[in-house]
């Protein structure tokens, strides 16, 4: 993909613009919070609730719903093959089948439904100043719902999240969602049955080798989505994002659902991506916290009492988009055959073919680009992405410019962005400040980050780490914009690493950029041209760069646009570089799986404290990670597994040439070559 | 659907089998049929005079089907001339002539159901061109030499217009539109020769090599695949060679079971005259009507009654196929043989791209004792379908058993004679009250599955009632010998139907598929709702009517078939937006795993999935036995392949 010329490019971005412009034309919001306030939660709670279901099918009873499992032709196939193989009598199998689909399903009950509706009612007018819903995706999904089986894909940013999915479809009168959670939830005794009782069903975290397992809770949420019971609802990402970048995608549900269709089991399934956008998220501190390396607390009862505190703060406001529902069908179309199933039997669980895999992973990348797309953002999260450059502090009336510079810019780009209408920019300003006065203070005039205040003594390492909490939590903001300037910032280093100005030579390092960020931002496989041509459009586009030519240049006017990009970047390609330092320097021969974190925290710590390095985003669990990962992926680390323990093997030349590159110290194209 | 169809015969021997129907019915039946023998009597009077008599003539040709087919049966339409449905002046639908049972009887429920459910009006017309307009048939380009040479064998010819153009198309619902139109032809057989005998046809084949001269073999005409349609870029003399005359009985073998047949012999004929000898053939496909032996042959048929007799593949004992290469025949007539692959199964189903079938040998049985039709409803559909799978693993389907959907069931209603009598009513009343709200069935769900027995008396009475058994585990009633005629009935009037439906906006067509039995009612879903949607995609301003049934149970699977039809008032082009509808509703069937067809063949149609379904080695593998049958392509229809 080294030359491609410039009017195939063209007829890309065409294509591309015009398939993402329909997602620009967004919904207005309504706030669900204000008629609680102005009504009687209690009657909310009572009223009556009487949603429509898919094809007017009646609801099923959680009993009836279990019998239609355990008699399933594909889990009595199931059943067979483990009773073969192990020598236990069908029966025995069955029996286990029944507790692990007791231990699994859900028991949605009405009148837990309605003690939520007002439990949540009384905690939302608490927490949040507004709770905001786009309606016509809220009649877009009521119309969804009784065409075809639905499936419900929320953002994870919060524990949050499911309660309030399906409190809001509890308020709308929609058919209220069956939601995967994880097991981890099963350890609060009590709550872990509320939330049964309210839809989620659960799962264990890993139950790899597990047939029996996989066909009764595959099995389990086909049989919902092929009758139409409810809608299904989990997280693409599989989990919290602790960063508020959105995770790649985990296939393994989306398999599931999806597969109904290829087996013309239904005639199509819609995927309602969900974007849900905290002003200020719960969990802020904790995830700051967890990814430095306190380990999360487990959830228990006791715990979230606890968070009774949580109650008196403001948290601002939440806005939920329903986006366009995305049909299984019509993405498939001339992209998998659905006729290659049809010489197998259709209830023995076969592994999806590589056609259709493919087909899911891009889905799955797909959807959660939507998600994004229509996250909103608050102009915090502008003031957050240049507070992050300027740790020193700066001037607010500076930070107060650049912000509306920023904005111009955001918008330009088609952000979601929540501004004020009619509010003076500094009163937008100071108000962003106050809400998140645990972050950013401003003190004579200066605005800084706020650094916790230890009490007593703190060693130099206490300091380094307070200091580090802020920055992460700044940074959970900031990262909710990357994906709004993601590809031109990634168009702006490789025109700051490239040798030239020659389009294909900053094409390539566009291209090494786009594989090695692959696993911390969200970079739909196969996309790569398609990327890099949207952000050259955008440039244009807003006059940072021309492209006479074959070549790609700065405009006069340039600079500030491909500076913020290149600092918005920077602590990537410095962590990364740090954990490519790390593993080229200091790894040890046998460097297990389970060191590699801590490791790579102590020597970034070591870096920092004696001034060699400024960079303490490289502290997160995430950045390192996500740098393992794409150095895996690179070929340029590998894992061997010796017993029971997983060591890493170092390729140093590889690694040594792609911290090269990251610094700028070595043009692309021979550290590619180097890498072979 | 025009592949199907006759109940004709079968409704006349049918009822005067049965021992038990009343003795009026058999009287007026028994005239019905020496009307029509003394019609076809009439007709072959004035046959064509002037050509020269060969050795093959020298029996009569007592053949429902004349030379000149326009003499009896619509150029632009399905069926006789003198039967078709129309709206009086009252409104009330009626079918003329005197045929069939429903023949010159009202209909009254017909126009409201027409209406309500295709937003149709009577007041809103789309008349049909009253005559063929000659000058928009392309002038015959005729191979001199090769006319010169047909001469001298003394095998009737013709290059008239209105006989070119009746075989340049079968029943699709383009060729039938175009006809109504009357839209230019772009390519029509340049002649038509009519063999007399299976040396005739040798005789044809022959100088149609030596002049390289285009062969397109002509039987009943009921072909919906686009089976007979010229290819327009053909530049040769294409010459329609209808098998029509050659409908002879040569031979029957009562020891052995089999019937020697010429195969331009048409269904009604081939049972009419065996029933004369007290056998019968038991293949019913639902257009054994008009079509023919050989037709059968060549597009593998399937008939009604096959659970009993077989397919036409289980029947045919011998096939004599004329090609450019030469005659194709077995040495023997042994019952089953283990020589490498059967060579009737090159023939079978290849569509005249290989030569003439014009010699069939076929099993033949004693015309049965006793017949008796059933009935039985069902609260859905799923039920249904349940109940038909159980009776294939049972292995006791009747000699017929078809379920029919909600939509066929109100259709099938809807063609209610008026009925007489005050009791009659009453009792219909009962019946409606008894399911619907005594049993609770919900009469927009219902489906009734109707039944065909066969056999002697109380073989019919035991089998009917294991048959009634199964079905009252699923939740099935009976409902009745009437019913269940009914349905039969419905069957072959469909095709007269839609000729109806095309004088009011409607155009309609079937399609049909075979698929196992797990996948019949995912199937059925998808492939009613991809119509639905496509035709609200294609700007279809009313909701069309899907309907299927099931037709064939075997041990693995069914045959289903699809009925669709739409009011295209607003659509500048409604030929077109069918085919696509239709297109996406094939692509839908194969994507759920049913076969690109059943029954109906391949034809022009469907060739696009032919690689898709046998896999291009498959299709190399039949290029390869035409590429050495017919080299030089004179079977040049393009069927298929």
Known sequence: MSTVCASCFNILVFVTLQQRDPMLKRDGFEDILEERRNSSDLKYALRCYAPVLYKGVTPCKANMLKNIVLQSDQLHYVINQVSQESGEAPDIIQEEASVILEEMAHRLQISTVRFFAFALSKAFKTLFQHVCVNEEGIQRLQQAIQEHPVVLLPSHRSYMDFLLMSYILYTYDLALPVIAAGMDFMGMKFVGEMLRMSGAFFIRRSFGGDKLYWAVFSEYVKTMLRNGFAPIEFFLEGTRSRTCKSLTPKLGLLNIVIEPFFKGEVFDVNLVPVSISYERILEESLYARELLGVPKPKESTSGLLKARRILSEDYGSIHVYFGQPVSVRSLAQGKVNRSTYNLFPRHIPRKPMEETQSFVNDTAYRIVRLQEDNMVLKPWVLMASLLLQNLEGLELSVLTEQTVWLRGLALSYAAFLDWPDHAPTAKVVSSSLALHRGLACVSGGRVSLVVGEPLGPVTPEEALFNRAVSVLSCASYRNQVLHVFLRPAMLAVAMHTAASSKKNEVYNCFSFLWDMFSNDFILCPGDIVQDFEEACYLLVKTGAVQMPQQDIVMTDIGQPTLSFFNGLLEPFLQGYQVVCRYLCEEASEGLTEKQYIPAVRSFAVKLILAGNLRCYEVLSSDMQKNALAALLRMDAVRKVKVADQVTLIVNKMAVNSIDDILGGKLPTQKALLARL | ?641
Request: with cysteine.
């Open chain 2, 1 to 641: 659907m025009l592949t199907s169809d006759s109940c004709l015969s079968l409704h006349k021997h049918g009822s005067s089998m049965a021992s038990d129907s009343n003795s009026s019915e058999s009287q007026r039946i028994a005239q019905q049929r020496l009307r029509i023998i003394a019609g076809h009597l009439q007709k072959h009077k004035d046959d064509d005079s002037g050509t020269i008599a060969t050795e093959c003539k020298a029996e009569a040709n007592k053949g429902t089907v004349p030379r000149k087919r326009q003499e009896i049966m619509k150029w632009n339409g399905w069926g006789y001339s003198d039967s078709k449905f129309l709206f009086n002046k009252k409104g009330q639908a009626e079918f003329t002539g005197k045929r069939y049972r429903l023949s010159g009887m009202v209909l009254p429920s017909l126009q409201d159901w027409f209406e309500n459910t295709f937003g149709a009006s009577v007041n809103h017309k789309s008349p049909a061109t009253p005559a063929l307009n000659a000058s928009a048939v392309p002038p015959a380009s005729l191979n001199e030499a090769f006319v010169e040479d047909l001469k001298a064998t003394g095998i009737p010819f013709s290059h008239e217009a209105e006989d070119r153009v009746f075989r340049a198309h079968g029943h699709c619902l383009h060729e039938i539109f175009a006809l109504r139109e009357g839209k230019k032809f772009e390519r029509v057989p340049d002649m038509v020769v009519w063999p007399n005998c299976h040396n005739d046809v040798v005789k044809i084949v022959e100088l149609a090599c030596k002049h390289n001269v285009c062969l397109i073999p002509y039987g009943g005409g009921t072909s919906v695949t686009s089976a007979l349609e010229c290819p327009p870029e053909e530049t040769r003399c294409i010459v329609s060679l209808d098998t029509s005359q050659m409908n002879r009985i040569l031979w029957i073998d009562e020891k052995n079971l089999v019937a020697h047949v010429e195969a331009g012999i048409i269904g009604q004929d081939l049972e009419r005259l065996l029933n004369e000898s007290g056998y019968c053939t038991g293949h019913e496909p639902d257009s054994m009507e008009f079509s023919s032996l050989g037709g059968w042959v060549a597009t593998r048929a399937s008939g009604m009654k096959k659970n009993v007799y077989g397919n036409i593949e289980d029947l045919v004992i011998h096939i004599k196929v004329v090609t450019p290469r030469g005659v194709i025949e077995k040495s023997c007539q042994g019952p089953r043989m283990s020589t490498g692959p059967d060579i009737h199964h090159f023939i079978l189903g290849s569509e005249g791209t290989l030569g003439v079938v014009t010699e069939v040998t076929m099993k033949i049985r004693p015309i049965p004792e006793y017949q008796k039709y059933g009935s039985v409803v069902f609260p859905n559909f799923e039920a249904g379908v349940a109940c038909l799978r159980e009776v294939a693993k049972q292995r006791c389907a009747p000699a017929s058993i078809r379920l029919m959907d909600n939509e066929q069931f109100q259709f099938g209603h809807a063609l209610k004679p008026q009925v007489s009598s005050i009791f009659t009513n009453f009792v219909e009343g009962l019946k409606k009250f008894y399911i619907t709200k005594f049993k609770g069935f919900d009469p927009h769900q219902l489906v009734v599955a109707t039944l065909l027995f066969e056999g002697d008396r109380e073989r019919v009475l035991q089998h009917e009632k294991q048959v009634y058994d199964i079905a009252a585990t699923f939740g099935g009633l009976a409902a009745g010998e009437d019913n269940g005629q009914r349905g039969y009935i419905l069957t072959f009037v469909i095709a007269y139907l839609r000729d109806l439906g095309m004088d009011y906006y409607v155009v309609a067509e079937s399609f049909e598929t075979s698929v196992p039995w797990d996948r019949v009612l995912d199937l059925c879903r998808n492939v009613k709702e991809r119509i639905n949607r496509e035709c609200k995609e294609r700007g279809v301003q009313f909701q069309p009517l899907t309907s299927c049934r099931v037709t064939q149970t075997y041990d693995a699977g069914a045959c289903v078939y699809f009925y669709f039809a739409f009011n295209y008032r607003g659509l500048a082009d409604p030929v077109h937006t069918y085919e696509r509808v239709e297109h996406a509703a094939r692509e839908e069937i194969l994507a759920n795993g049913g076969s690109l067809s059943h029954h109906h063949g391949v034809g022009k149609l469907r060739k696009e999935w032919m690689k898709e379904s046998i896999s291009s080695l498959g299709v190399g593998m039949l290029q390869s036995v035409k590429d050495y049958v017919d080299p030089d392509n004179i079977f040049g229809n393009r069927n298929l392949l």
